[in-house]
Each structure stands twice: as C-alpha cells, then as structure tokens.
C-alpha cells in the first residue's frame, strides 16, 4: 500500500514540477528567444520582385548553388530596395488599388501584380477593448512585415511575357464588394490577353478564376500557380500544444512545418490531387485552395536575404496548352481570415476542402477537443456566455463519469471509517512498515476496500482537462469572450492577483505573483476536498499531500481563466457529491 501511494504521490509532483517548468520557465524562454529571432532591421525592406519565389515552370533548370531560379522571373524595371522601411499607409500608397469592401474585412488589391496585399480583420482587435486596432493580417512588400497572395502564369518559353509583380492590371470596376466580383486584365503585347475575376463571400474566401485568351498565330504552354509569400518570422507564442507555421492538407494527409522546422530542413514539395496549404498563427489563416480535381506540386520553403527569413507556400498546376483563338481558364480559391470553426466547416462542405477544419489545432485527441468545443459552442448559443456553457458542459461532464465517481467515493468513505484501525495499527507495529503494510492489506481485504478506487476520477478527467484547456487555447471563438465581474477574456488568465489589490494598482509583477481570484478559489475548493478524503497513513505523505493545493494554485494561476472555472466548479460538484455520500455512509466529515 505504502509503495503503491508512493508511486501515485511521486506521478502528481511529477506532473506539477513539469507543467511548473513548462509554464514558468520554458515557455517564457522559447517566447523570448522566437521574438528575438523575428526582430528585423529596422531600415530593410524588400520589393515583391525579390520577396517571392513563383513556383519553378517546365522551363527551369537548377543554378549552381543547387537552387531552383524563380519563374516568372523578375521583370524590368522592378522597385529598388529602398534604404528605409516605410510606413504601411506610405507602403499601400505606392499602387494603385482596388477596395475591398465585406462585413468582416476591409482593404485592397494591388493593381500592380495583381497582389491580395492589405487585409483587416474588422471584427477582431488586438485587446478585448473594442476601441484598439483592428487585426491586420496582410500587409505589401514595402511594409515592416510583407505578407500577401498572387495567383498567375509561368511560361514553358521564357519568350513568352507572362504578367510578374511589377505587372499593372486594369480593373473593370472601383471596388470589390460580395455582390460584385472584379474582372483584371493585362494584355503581354504579344497576343496573349490574361484575364482574372476575382470574387469575394461575405466572410474570408476569394475566388480567383484566371483565363488566358490566345489572339496570337502560335500555341503557348503556360503553368498557373498560386502562391503566399510571407517575410520575417513572426511572433510565436512557442507552446508544444500549438502549431504556428506552414500547414495544409495533401493527398489526404495533414502537414505541419514550423519556421524552424522548415529552415533546417529546406524545401519541400509533394504532389498532390486537391487539397490546399498556407500559413497559420494561432487564430488566423491564409491558405491557398485548388480545385479538388486538380492536379497539383505544392511547396514550402524558406529562403533568405539580407538575413531576413522568407517563407513561402505554392502551387502549381499541370502545363496548359492554348492554341490561337482558343482560351484557358483554371479557378482557385484563397482563404484569409479568423479560424472560426463554422465557417471552416462550411467551406470544407461547400467547395470539398479536404480536412480544411485541421486549421484548428484540435492536435491528437481531437476526438474529445471536437466534441467539447462543440458542446460549449451550443450551450453559448443558448445561453450567449461561454463562461456558463463551460459550467453547463461540467455538469455533463460529472454526468457522465457519476457512476465511476459514485464508487470511488464510496470506496472513499469506506476508507475513512478505518481511519481509527489504521492509526492503531501504526501505533502498534511502530516502524516495522513491512508488517503494517501486511495488516493494513489484511485490513483492506476483509473490509472490501480498494484503496486505489479513490484515484480513478482523476485519472480519467486527465484527458478531458487537457482537452478542454486545448479549446479554450486554440478557437478563436473563446478569445476575447467575458464571464462575470473582472473576468474579460476566458482564453487569458485570471487578471485580478492579491498583489496588486485585484488589478486596483497598475503594476507590471513577477510571473509567479500573479495569482488572480479565481485560482485563489479553486486552489481552495481542492483543499476541501483532500479534507474530505482518507489521509495518507504515513505522516511525511499527509504533509505532502497537503501542499497539493498550494503548488497547483501557483500553477492554475497561468492557466486560461476559463479552465480554471471548469476545475473549481468541477470541485465543487465533486465536494457536494462526495459529501452526501459520505453522510449516507454515516462517515464524520
């Protein structure tokens, strides 16, 4: 019995010292030490001509370095680097554009390459204030941070003009709005006219249908291709949970390559039927989307210049031959927006993206992230607090484990009857623990006492816990999302620490002095529940045991507040529960 507790406290501490090294201290170095490595110099930009590497064509043949030249290939006249970065605003400026007007974003195309270049978020801020700025996900070479799109042409003949960045597109109309798709043009002079309608849904998808009319006396190959070129590694938030970076879905199969991943690594490429691939951070999207049918090479890669990191995800269908007086025309999609799941889920059934819900990092048990998001995403839309949905899905959750529960605490409260035996058989065989051991078995088995039925709950909620502390970490429809009283944001800690009087005192404090009320209140309920619970025999075990309570309120104290509410109000009900059965069993608590 003594080994066997033992062995039970030894994997508690063990868990507590690992998520306690987790959070308090690799965490914040791997934060650290990935904001340090995505700082770029501030008088360093790049053009769209030198920022981008088009997926390489029939034509292209490897250089020396044993790289593959870009195709199309920059064309003349392309912006020189400046020597300073400008501002976004003077960035936009330097194109002329085309507007973008939805419900839920706001920007513009660049009419030079054809560039999806400039995107906000207009419904989601930086802060839970509503008053902060609006999220920009897309931003034009020239910008601190470039980040864009651009679907085209590659030419098997470097003869043949294909439209490049610097390339300047017409428009047919002066914005683009879901009720009104835009039709560019540009015409290469040499009888080839390209042609691209772009359309927009009243959420976060484009649909870019390109063309190419042949008015010349020859046929011309020509390969379409889409690509997401983003520069400079962002800000990662470095948690083993999350994956930020370079994803998509081919042949069937999820990818995953961090930015570090993929610059140790290098390139790589992989053919695919449909499909889609992109970047992601933790709650936005950019993704490029073939038709299911098409044949496609995909690629990611990193490159760099002037020590700035590149990294860049296309595309690129089979050649298409267009004989004189015939047309060519291939429609693609691109995704950029907010990961909300519904929204995911209707374009994976509409258009047939496969796996395009894998966005969201649901991870290995997305068996139970699933299902748990989906719960608590009813009960809001019932309720319209997520907060109370988490409580309404504890209750389902005790539910579901009472009749386990029901017999561990019966077992339980056998056991604190032969609290008194216990005491006088330490008593009696003093510091001969093998003999207590055998009479505390003897004692076990002739009362029908399974002394490990007691840790079985907590054994099985450990998968759930995890479950619902990925959901509320990784959907975006928990950011920003408000409880009661001080509590604004259920995705991010409990804000209100006793250090600084509730949040009373503006003062930036330690990482391990923020403790906020509400894992003050669960650490609390945890020791109402050991108080419930038989006491170890063994006095150092009792001491240990005892302290539970304190290493894990320091260590929910970094947890989202939401998940912190879960496991006191599972407590609670736990207290309750064992409480009434313990006075059934006529056991003194």
């Not at 513009?108 to 400039?118: E, V």
């Not at 496969?354 to 969201?360: G, H, K």
Request: hydrophobic share 45%; glycine share 6%.
């Amino acid at each position: 019995m003594t080994d066997q507790r033992n062995i039970i406290i030894a994997f508690v501490i063990s868990v507590a010292i690992l998520l306690g090294f987790q959070y308090f201290y690799k965490i914040p170095r791997v934060r650290q030490a990935t904001e340090t490595a995505s700082q770029q110099p501030a008088n360093e930009t790049t053009p769209a001509s030198s920022n981008e590497a088009a997926p390489t064509s029939p034509a292209v043949t490897p250089n020396a370095a044993g790289d593959e030249t870009p195709a199309p290939p920059p064309t003349a006249g392309a912006t020189a680097e400046p020597k300073s970065a400008p501002d976004r605003a003077t960035a936009l400026a330097a194109s002329p554009r085309l507007p973008i007007e939805t419900p839920t974003i706001m920007g513009s195309i660049a009419l030079t390459g054809a560039r999806l270049d400039d995107l906000t978020l207009v419904k989601y801020h930086e802060t839970v204030d509503p008053k902060s700025p609006a999220i920009i996900l897309l931003s034009p070479p020239g910008a601190a941070h470039p980040y864009y799109a651009r679907f085209g042409w590659a030419a098997a003949d470097p003869a043949v003009a294909v439209p490049g960045p610097d390339s300047e597109w017409r428009a047919d109309a002066s914005v683009l709005r879901p009720d009104r798709p835009v039709t560019l043009s540009w015409d290469n002079g040499q009888g080839l006219r390209f042609i691209q309608r772009v359309a927009i849904d009243e959420n976060y998808m484009f649909t870019v249908t390109q063309a190419v009319e042949n008015k010349g006396n020859a046929s011309v190959t020509l390969v379409p291709y889409g690509l997401l070129s983003r520069t400079g590694t962002p800000k990662t938030l470095g948690y083993y949970i999350l994956h930020e970076g370079l994803l998509g879905v081919l042949n069937g199969t999820l990818e995953e390559i961090g930015y570090k991943k993929i610059k140790e690594e290098g390139e790589k490429r992989i053919e695919s039927t449909g499909g889609w691939l992109g970047i992601t951070d933790k709650y936005w999207l950019a993704a490029l989307i073939p038709t299911p049918d098409a044949s496609i090479r995909a690629r990611f890669l990193h490159t760099t210049r002037k020590d700035i990191d590149k990294y860049q995800a296309d595309f690129q269908r089979q050649p298409m031959t267009v004989a004189p007086g015939a047309k060519a025309e291939v429609e693609d999609r691109f995704f950029a927006g907010a990961k909300v799941v519904q929204i995911l889920d209707g374009y994976e059934a509409a258009y047939k993206i496969t796996l395009f819900n894998r966005a969201v990092d649901f991870g290995y048990l997305w068996f139970l992230t699933r299902p748990i998001f989906f719960v608590i995403d009813y009960f809001y839309r019932l309720t319209g607090n997520f907060g109370i949905a988490i409580l309404l899905l504890t209750v389902i959750i005790k539910g579901l484990f009472f009749p386990l529960a029901n017999k561990s605490y019966k077992a339980m409260s056998k056991m604190k009857k032969l609290q008194p035996k216990m005491k006088e058989m330490r008593e009696e065989f003093g510091g001969d623990k093998q003999k207590l051991q055998q009479a505390m078995m003897k004692l076990y088995k002739a009362e029908k006492v399974n002394p490990m039925s007691g840790c079985l709950p907590i054994v099985v909620q450990i998968p759930v816990f995890f479950s619902l502390y990925k959901v509320l970490f990784v959907t975006i429809e928990m950011r920003h999302t408000p409880f009661f009283g001080w509590i604004h944001d259920l995705s991010a800690r409990d804000p209100a620490t006793i250090f600084n009087l509730f949040g009373m005192i503006p003062v930036d404090l330690p990482s391990f002095l923020n403790i906020g009320v509400w894992p003050l209140i669960m650490g609390f309920t945890m020791y109402l529940q050991q108080r419930l619970n038989p006491q170890p025999p063994d006095p150092t075990q009792a001491k240990i045991m005892m302290m539970l309570p304190v290493v894990f309120t320091f260590m929910f104290a970094r947890f989202p507040a939401g998940l912190v509410i879960y496991w006191t109000w599972n407590n609670l009900l736990s207290i309750a529960q064992q409480w009434t059965i313990m006075r059934r069993a006529g056991v003194s608590t």
